[in-house]
């Protein structure tokens, strides 16, 4: 029952944090989009960090991390070595992932005795990705259909579509004049499932190449972050000098393969027909 109410407290902290226009004192919301680095501000340090800790949770039902220790980052975490401590000890993550998102807090121990409040910061992370690859950039070709998606990994105290609505935030994707797109433009079928997630598909034209299309994120109609994702185009001629390489690479292979196996076969042929010589030499 503890464990619940704590969940519950923790749901209502952020959900008034957001209503209170993301500013307050104690509690602070980044938006960040994932490769870029961020810097996690501790409003409560005091002279020096060797009183610093910092915890960190995904969910709220999640396991407390531990990321920092008394000024010391702690080994045993995923992102160790992207985590540094700044000289205001504020926590530095360096290429930010999807995973990164969540709940952060900057406390301050002497003798084992906690000092002052916490110090929360929320981290959204916008991340944008297509059906066919992970990676920020991919190849296509023209007149191939293509969709691209668009998410807002944030704090899970309550459910996404709750607190955006209660906020103010938007997600959508704008061109590259940077007017919002809309789902009564022909070309582009929009989607949003989910008030955190949006889609585009569209089909590929011949002047997509190198283009990148964006993703952005606002409070109350002030940028918050966006995020990229550059559609590069297949060289024809290209692609077939990469088939060809591969394909003589695989005759490559093959030739050393059959002459690291064929060898010893050889040498062991040739032994026995010098030892059946030496037999018949010795008889005659």
């Known amino acids: 029952m503890a464990d619940k109410c704590h969940l519950c407290l923790l749901g209502l902290i952020f959900l008034s944090s957001l209503l209170t226009g993301l500013s307050g004192v104690d509690d602070a919301h980044v938006f960040i989009s994932s490769g870029e680095n961020v810097r996690l501000s501790c409003n409560n340090a005091l002279h020096d960090c060797t009183s610093t800790t910092w915890i960190y949770n995904r969910f709220s039902h999640s396991e407390t991390v531990e990321l920092i220790r008394l000024g010391i980052k702690k080994k045993n975490t995923e992102s160790y070595e992207r985590l540094s401590l700044g000289s205001d000890c504020s ?37 944008v990705s297509s059906s066919s690859s992970s990676s920020s950039q991919t190849e296509f070709s023209a007149g191939r259909s293509v969709t691209l998606f668009c998410q807002l ?38 989607s949003a499932p ?11 034209l011949n002047e997509d190449h190198n283009r990148e299309w964006r993703c952005e994120v606002t409070h109350r109609d002030q940028l918050k972050t966006s995020a990229t994702y550059t559609v590069r185009y297949s ?13 003589v690479f695989r005759v490559i292979v093959i030739i050393v393969e ?27």
């Open 194 to 204: 989910d008030h955190c997630i949006s889609s585009l598909t569209t089909t590929l």
């Open 235 to 247: 060289d024809p001629a290209e692609t077939e000098v990469n088939r060809t390489a591969a394909s």
């Open 153 to 190: 990994y944030s704090y899970a105290g309550v459910s996404c579509d709750d607190w955006i609505r209660s906020t103010g935030i938007d997600l959508f994707w704008v061109n590259q004049a940077g007017v919002k797109l809309t789902r009564s433009d022909s070309r582009y079928q929009i």
């Open 91 to 127: 926590l530095n993550i360096k290429n930010i992932t999807k995973e990164d998102y969540g709940f952060y807090i900057c406390q301050q121990y002497v003798n084992d005795q906690q000092q002052g409040t916490d110090a929360r910061v929320y981290l959204h992370v916008l991340h």
């Open 258 to 284: 059959f002459a690291v196996f064929a060898a010893p076969t050889v040498i062991l042929l040739q032994i026995i027909c010098d030892r059946r010589a030496g037999r018949k030499d010795s008889q005659h």
